[in-house]
């Protein structure tokens, strides 16, 4: 079973930095594809952007593109996400995914079989 750890959250200001980690329970990186999604109340949750499981990527979402970057340490199994100008609509609870399989821009977050508990980010204007 997968376990994925998410941290990293706050409250900071627009304009800000963030990174948030994603800690997975063990090889998961190499073995899965990692990605981030973003989920507003009401809201179905919105792709971020994502790593295949051989290293290829990272595939980024058109929204966060210029401003996010997605990194990965396999030797320490975890995915980062940073954040960088934050605006106050990147106010949202955000969330790590695995899937087997590889990656394909027509994925949604129901391809994704496991799931980390969120982090909340919160940036004030």
């Known amino acids: 079973q997968v376990q994925l750890v998410e941290s990293g959250g706050g409250l900071v200001q627009a304009g800000d930095s963030l990174r948030l980690s994603c800690a997975g329970s063990?090889?998961?990186?190499?073995?899965?594809?990692m990605a981030w999604f973003r989920q507003r109340p009401g809201k179905e949750r919105e792709f971020v952007g994502a790593y295949q499981w051989n290293g290829s990527g990272p595939f980024y979402a058109n929204a966060v593109k210029g401003r996010f970057t997605i990194s990965r340490d396999t030797m320490k199994d975890t995915l980062f996400l940073e954040m960088n100008s934050l605006k106050p609509e990147d106010t949202v609870d955000y969330y790590c995914?695995?899937?087997?399989?590889?990656?394909?821009?027509?994925?949604?977050?129901?391809?994704?079989?496991?799931w980390g508990q969120g982090t909340q980010v919160t940036v004030s204007s």
């Open positions: 995914a695995a899937r087997s399989g590889g990656w394909s821009p027509f994925l949604g977050a129901g391809d994704f079989r496991f």
């Open positions: 063990g090889h998961t990186l190499i073995k899965y594809t």
